[in-house]
């Protein structure tokens, strides 16, 4: 009872460790997308048509939470689920830690990593890292879990991968990377489970499709959203080069402004976009999949050379930034209230962060993330040598991970440091996790070439 209740205790300390950012902030981070999120969610609970810029399930799951009175339960929710995953995965790598060391982990990937920067937030990105966690329990932890740990970490993935269409695409590749595994290492014993590592993707796709079905009658994900990759088409240089063969034969909206287009991406959407009449805007976004298709098919190489460029570049960029103009504010003082009680006199909003306010910090990310890479691999070569199959398997999802989150934000979308932050943590777990094993492996060698009998005598 008292273990139980001293873990029940080091879980509270972690979750709020986990928040540290929102603690020292005064209250949530607060992102353009939060209103998106938290607007979507009041819509549906109200039974009316959401906006749908995003998709749906993470504003209304996180409604239950908040109920139109403060966002601070999100952000512990959030804390709680990090805690608890981390906790299973090494708990499952037969990792034993004290209370106090767990602690002091938690601390350390706080501190450390954009771990804490992204549980403070009011957005689903935390649950990128959350998902690639989970579904590596579902797929390489067998014997190690109890079935209503089972139960809950299909429900946690479908849910993670739900919130973010980006975690659609990191879920489809772990699902082949499963898949694979069971095909090369099940005659080595090597327990894998593709078909339960693969069902949170599934059941998340048919959420998805189930919903526009029932909403708009056909197949849209998010059918209001910005027209992502056609503007990154066009900044990389291949859209607009098909723009420009195809305006004299094929009047696009797009055709009339080509020589004054931003150059790049953001700037397309957020400057160029937001000035269009909602009409016009309407009528860009309609054209988007004919300049996506022709732009394709005209120049497939360097559309391919484009995005494997961007997934490398989005591989190695991380860092936190905030992007709140005082025009998002407004509106969310406007349309939720709460929110603006929750973050109104954060050192956010009194601009703490801007600028150059975070460069310091962007710094020790950069070269944690650097170092822990490097024993990332030099970690996974004494696994493998060693047969430690677990460790390895693990840093083998969160690798291929890292590399499918790349390819969904920095090729199809944009490169930001935000993207590839949100579960760079799970680098640095991830060693450490294959450095607890792999101690532990010359601990109990150790003691075995140790001559029967013998005893530690003090000197």
């Not at 990593?113 to 989970?134: K, N, R, Y």
């Not at 579904?135 to 946690?156: A, M, N, P």
């Not at 709460?338 to 006199?345: E, G, K, P, T, V």
Request: glycine share 8%; with cysteine; net charge positive.
């Amino acid at each position: 009872m008292r273990i139980e209740l001293k873990w029940a205790a080091t879980a509270v300390l972690g979750v709020l460790v986990l928040c540290g950012f929102a603690l020292i902030n005064g209250g949530p981070i607060v992102y353009p997308d939060t209103s998106n999120y938290l607007g979507d969610g009041e819509q549906l609970v109200r039974l009316t048509t959401p906006n749908n810029t995003r998709p749906v399930f993470y504003g209304l799951a996180i409604w239950f939470l908040h109920w139109e009175r403060t966002v601070w339960p999100v952000l512990l929710a959030q804390g709680a689920v990090v805690v608890h995953v981390i906790y299973l995965c090494l708990r499952t790598m037969e990792v034993r830690l004290r209370p106090l060391p767990f602690l002091a982990l938690l601390a350390c990937l706080a501190a450390l990593t954009p771990l804490s920067w992204h549980v403070s937030h009011v957005l689903p990105d935390i649950f990128t890292g959350v998902a690639t966690a989970a579904l590596f329990l579902l797929g390489f932890t067998q014997g190690r879990l109890s079935r209503w740990e089972i139960g809950y970490l299909v429900v946690l993935a479908t849910a993670c991968i739900c919130f973010h269409l980006t975690n659609l695409v990191m879920g489809a590749a772990l699902a082949g990377m499963g898949w694979l595994a069971w095909l090369l290492l099940r005659r080595r014993g090597v327990p894998v489970r593709p078909l339960l590592l693969t069902l949170p993707t599934a059941l998340a796709l048919l959420a998805h499709v189930a919903f526009s079905m029932a909403l708009y009658h056909r197949v849209a994900f998010a059918p209001k959203s910005p027209p992502h990759l056609m503007a990154r088409l066009i900044a990389d240089g291949p859209g607009r080069d098909y723009l420009r063969a195809a305006c004299p034969t094929t009047p696009y909206y797009l055709c009339r402004d080509l020589d004054r287009l931003p150059a790049t991406e953001n700037g397309i959407l957020y400057r160029y976009m937001s000035v269009l009449s909602t009409e016009d805007g309407y009528r860009i976004k309609a054209e988007a999949d004919d300049v996506v298709h022709g732009t394709i098919r005209m120049f497939p190489l360097q559309v391919a050379g484009h995005m494997l460029l961007n997934t490398a570049r989005q591989f190695v960029t991380i860092g936190a930034l905030t992007e709140l103009d005082m025009p998002w504010w407004h509106m969310m003082q406007h349309d939720h209230p709460y929110l603006a009680r929750d973050a109104s006199n954060t050192l956010q909003m009194r601009g703490a962060f801007d600028g150059d306010g975070l460069d310091g910090l962007n710094v020790v990310y950069d070269a944690v993330a650097l170092a822990s890479g490097a024993a990332f691999l030099g970690l996974a070569w004494a696994c493998f040598r060693r047969r430690q199959w677990r460790p390895l398997t693990f840093m083998g999802v969160v690798f291929v991970a890292l590399w499918a989150n790349a390819f969904a934000c920095g090729a199809l979308g944009g490169v930001f440091g935000r993207y590839q932050g949100r579960m760079i943590w799970l680098v640095p777990l991830a060693a450490f996790a294959a450095a607890s094993v792999l101690a532990g492996v010359r601990a109990r060698a150790a003691e075995a070439r140790a001559p029967a009998g013998s005893l530690d005598l003090p000197a």
